[in-house]
C-alpha cells in the first residue's frame, strides 16, 4: 500500500483525490486542509508521497515544498494545481520538486495523470532505497571481512585501488601518492620477496584465461607499511563487451593470515 498526504485547503477537491485515487486499492490517502496541519501529521506519520494545491492561504504549496525538503529531501512531492504560471513551475523545480499535475476540465484524466505520477516517484524513491540500503550492507560486510576491491584499466595499463585496499596494506591513498598504480610498483613495494616472481606470471596471464562467468584465484604473502608480514587471497575477474572482449579486469583482496 502506498501512503499518500494529500494537501489542500478545498475540501471537495480532497474527497474527489480521496475517491479517485484509492479506488485502484493501491493507495491510501490522509488529507490535510493547510499546510501546517500537513507539517504536524509528517511528524506522526510516514508517508511515501505528499501530494499538495499550490494557491493555501498562510502556507502555499511552494513554503510546504521547502519546508518538507529541510525534514525529508527524497520524499516524492507533487505540485497538483490548477495554477500553471511559469514562474511557480520554475520556482517549484528550484525548491526541489517531483512532479507538476496541472488540474484541469477532465477530472477522470487528471486524477489518472495524478495516478501514474505518484506511483512513478513511489517505485523511483523505493529502488533507490533499496540500492543504498544494498551499498550500506555491502560496506558493512567488506569492513566485516576485510575485503578490498582494485581493478586493472587496461586502457592505461595501471591498477586502481580502493580505500579498503589501501587499510589492509597499513597505508592510505594521501601516503602512496593516488590511487593508480603500476604493476611492478605495486610488486616492488608490497609484495613479500619470495612471492614476487609467483605473482607476477600469475598477473602477466593475461584476461583472456580468465572464465568469462568466474575467476582466477592465488594466495601470496604481502609486507604492510608497518613492517607486519600478512597473507592475503586474491581473487580476480572480467569484464566482457557484448562480443565477449575484455574491457577491465576486475578482483578483490582478502586478508586470511588468521583463517
Known amino acids: 500500500m502506498i ?20 479506488d485502484s486499492g493501491e493507495l491510501e490517502l490522509d488529507t490535510a ?17 505528499i501530494v499538495s494545491d499550490y494557491g493555501m492561504p498562510t502556507m502555499d504549496g511552494l513554503e510546504l515544498l521547502r519546508r518538507v525538503r529541510h525534514r525529508d529531501a527524497d520524499i516524492p512531492f507533487i505540485l497538483f494545481t490548477g495554477r500553471g504560471r511559469e514562474e511557480v513551475v520554475i ?17 477522470k484524466a487528471q486524477f489518472f495523470e495524478l495516478d501514474h505520477k505518484i506511483k512513478q516517484a513511489v517505485a523511483r524513491r523505493r529502488a533507490e532505497e533499496r540500492i543504498r540500503t544494498a551499498k550500506q550492507q555491502d560496506r558493512m560486510a567488506m569492513d566485516l571481512t576485510r ?27 594521501e601516503r602512496e601518492g593516488g590511487y593508480l598504480w603500476k604493476g611492478e610498483d605495486y610488486f616492488r613495494e ?3 620477496p619470495d612471492d614476487q616472481e609467483a605473482v607476477a606470471k600469475f598477473t602477466s596471464s593475461g584476461p583472456e584465461v580468465i572464465p568469462e562467468d568466474g575467476y582466477l584465484q592465488t594466495k601470496h604473502r604481502i609486507i604492510r607499511r608497518d613492517g607486519e608480514t600478512r597473507t592475503v587471497l586474491v581473487r580476480v575477474g572480467k569484464v566482457v ?7 577491465r579486469v576486475v578482483g578483490i583482496t582478502m586478508d586470511i593470515t588468521d583463517a
Open 33 to 49: 486542509t493547510s499546510g501546517l496541519e500537513a507539517l504536524n501529521m509528517m511528524a506522526s506519520k510516514r508517508y511515501d508521497a
Open 147 to 173: 575485503i578490498a576491491r582494485w581493478e586493472f584499466d587496461m586502457s592505461i595499463g595501471m591498477y586502481r585501488f580502493d580505500d579498503m585496499f589501501y587499510e589492509l596494506y597499513g597505508t592510505d591513498a
Open 190 to 192: 608490497f609484495v613479500h
Open 91 to 107: 520556482e517549484a523545480c528550484n525548491a526541489g520538486i517531483t512532479f507538476y499535475v496541472r488540474k484541469g476540465a477532465d477530472v
Open 3 to 22: 501512503r499518500i498526504l494529500c494537501v489542500d485547503d478545498d475540501v471537495l477537491s480532497l474527497d474527489l483525490a480521496k475517491a479517485f485515487l484509492e
Open 241 to 247: 563487451d557484448g562480443d565477449g572482449n575484455a574491457v
